[in-house]
């Protein structure tokens, strides 16, 4: 399973269906959750149903055979994502190790929401862990390994027979190996990081091996560290897994609420910042948006002008060139697209009492 990248989202949403409109949808396919097949069909059913006016039918029809085609043994496979427009060629699906809501949007274009979100949330991470003897390295996409080296190192034995001073020779050639295994593991991260390069960096290791670990890592992996991880080096994948993910969540959730902090910072200065549906929309007609701030699951109508694409609030004419506009179920989420394309970052936050205060959207602005 190849993991999606921001070039892949940035390409879903510049995709614009000429003849026909995009049908994509979000399952949830977690077998934990859902064991039974039946339900996950009966799940797409319902969602289906609800846009049997607007899809077209030979979108619906790939989208049923493909979840149908679900291998729903691989347990990796937790969401996903599918986006079709059949009359203008589009056929992509993405299968994602992590969770999704049950979502069908009929657009012009595909509703990437969901992709950014689990991006913004999941990214790349790699993971170093290690003891005094044994060292471990992973890179983590979405929640999902996607590449693993490892190394051992075996320690001088300590031999009580040999009287004291061959015992200090031994403690000394073990302080020594201890020292090159220490350097050994963050030579190995790094070669990882030159393979499969990573945004985040979290070390997993008693506290005294993890501060020399951080001491002798590359100046390009110290300025990735992102945490600890608690999680020895000879757990099982399976474990090391669950560990990385729950501490990717938290690091993540700490990561936003300073960028949101920034935001609420910028706004309340008057300077950097703006806050609330119109003066986001305003922002990203002159192009002034840097990082967009969504609060997951807000909607709201909208319009867009026929014209000159310029996004409002509030229609039926176009405040810029006066032409009629096309109402919109949601331009919030043409707002996202927008920002995309402008090649913003675009941050999906749940449960931020912050930016909801705010008007659950805003941003940063380039100037």
């Known amino acids: 399973m190849a993991p999606i990248t921001e070039q892949d989202v940035r390409e879903l949403a510049a995709f614009k269906g000429r003849t026909a409109p995009v049908t994509s949808l979000y399952l949830d396919v977690d077998g934990r959750r859902h064991p039974n097949r039946k339900d996950h069909e009966a799940r797409l059913a319902r969602l289906l149903k609800r846009v049997q006016r607007s899809a077209p039918a030979d979108d619906v029809a790939r989208i049923e055979g493909h979840v149908r085609d679900v291998d729903r043994k691989r347990t990796n496979v937790r969401g996903l994502a599918m986006f079709s427009c059949a009359a203008d060629g589009l056929w992509r699906t993405v299968e994602l190790p992590v969770p999704v809501r049950d979502q069908v949007v009929v657009n012009h274009t595909p509703h990437v929401r969901q992709l950014e979100s689990a991006l913004d949330r999941y990214g790349s991470v790699g993971v170093l862990l290690a003891d005094r003897q044994r060292a471990r390295a992973y890179v983590f996409e979405l929640g999902a390994p996607v590449a693993k080296s490892e190394l051992l190192d075996e320690l001088p034995r ?27 593991a963050a030579d190995l991260a ?63 959730r700490r990561a936003q609420q300073q960028r949101v902090d920034r ?10 910042g703006v806050a609330g549906l119109k003066a986001v929309l305003a922002a990203l007609d002159e192009r002034r948006v840097d990082t967009l701030f969504v ?14 694409g310029h996004l409002a609030a509030m229609g039926p004419r176009c405040g810029l060139c006066d032409s009629a506009m096309a109402k919109l179920d949601d331009v ?3 707002a996202i697209e927008e920002a995309l394309l402008q090649s913003c970052t675009v941050e999906m936050c749940a449960d931020n009492a912050d930016l909801d205060v705010a008007g659950r959207i805003g941003a940063l602005l380039r100037f």
């Open 158 to 184: 300590h031999e009580d027979d040999k009287g004291e001073y061959v015992r200090d020779q031994v403690s000394d050639k073990a302080a020594a190996a201890a020292h090159r295994h220490v350097k050994r």
């Open 190 to 252: 790094f070669e990882l990081f030159q393979r499969h390069e990573f945004a985040h960096l979290l070390v997993g290791a008693p506290e005294k091996v993890a501060s020399d670990l951080e001491h002798v890592l590359h100046p390009y992996l110290r300025d990735r560290l992102a945490g600890r991880v608690r999680v020895a080096p000879g757990a099982s994948d399976e474990e090391i897994r669950v560990a990385v993910f729950t501490t990717i969540e938290d690091v993540a």
């Open 263 to 272: 935001l609420r910072d910028a706004v309340g200065a008057g300077n950097g």
């Open 295 to 308: 609060s997951d699951g807000f909607e709201a109508p909208g319009w867009r002008c026929a014209s000159c």
């Open 332 to 334: 919030v989420e043409a």
